[in-house]
């Protein structure tokens, strides 16, 4: 009667563990993908933020500050949104210009999808 009762007990501590582990695993991994998400959420509302600065008041200043928050996108952001941030960038300053009213179409799709993820 005992032969099956030990295994059972010693298998039920093993589980246990095992669980532990997988469960902590699991924990540091989402803490990670919340980081990067609360991470990427600032990068991309401040390179936004500096877009409508450097755009409505255009200054040596304010196209610093853009141009830090864009760097700051080639750290946490996606390389779609790196490429359609340099597009927005490489676009004339004329801001009713239809090649810069597309690349920040661009830019805003791909953070989007980059949020999504």
Same mark, same amino acid.
């Given at each position: 009667?005992? %032969? /099956?009762? $030990?295994?059972? !007990?010693?298998?039920?501590?093993?589980?246990? =563990?095992? &669980?532990? !582990?997988? %469960?902590?695993? $699991?924990?540091?991994?989402? #803490? *990670?993908? %919340?980081?990067?998400?609360?991470?990427?959420?600032?990068?991309?509302?401040?390179? =936004?933020? *500096?877009?409508?600065?450097?755009? !409505?008041?255009?200054?040596?200043?304010?196209? #610093?500050?853009?141009?830090? /928050?864009?760097?700051?996108? #080639?750290?946490?952001?996606?390389?779609?949104?790196?490429? *359609?941030?340099?597009?927005?960038?490489?676009?004339? *300053?004329?801001?009713?210009?239809d090649a810069r &009213? &597309?690349?920040?179409?661009?830019?805003? $799709?791909?953070?989007?999808?980059?949020?999504a993820r």
């Amino acid at each position: 009667m005992m %032969d /099956w009762f $030990l295994p059972l !007990i010693g298998g039920l501590g093993l589980g246990s =563990l095992l &669980k532990g !582990i997988v %469960d902590y695993f $699991l924990a540091t991994k989402s #803490k *990670a993908n %919340d980081r990067l998400y609360n991470e990427k959420r600032e990068t991309y509302l401040g390179l =936004l933020n *500096a877009m409508h600065e450097s755009d !409505i008041h255009p200054s040596p200043e304010n196209a #610093k500050a853009y141009g830090n /928050w864009h760097n700051r996108c #080639k750290l946490f952001g996606s390389h779609g949104v790196i490429e *359609a941030s340099q597009r927005y960038i490489d676009t004339s *300053a004329d801001v009713q210009s239809d090649a810069r &009213k &597309k690349a920040f179409e661009e830019l805003f $799709l791909e953070m989007r999808k980059d949020m999504a993820r």
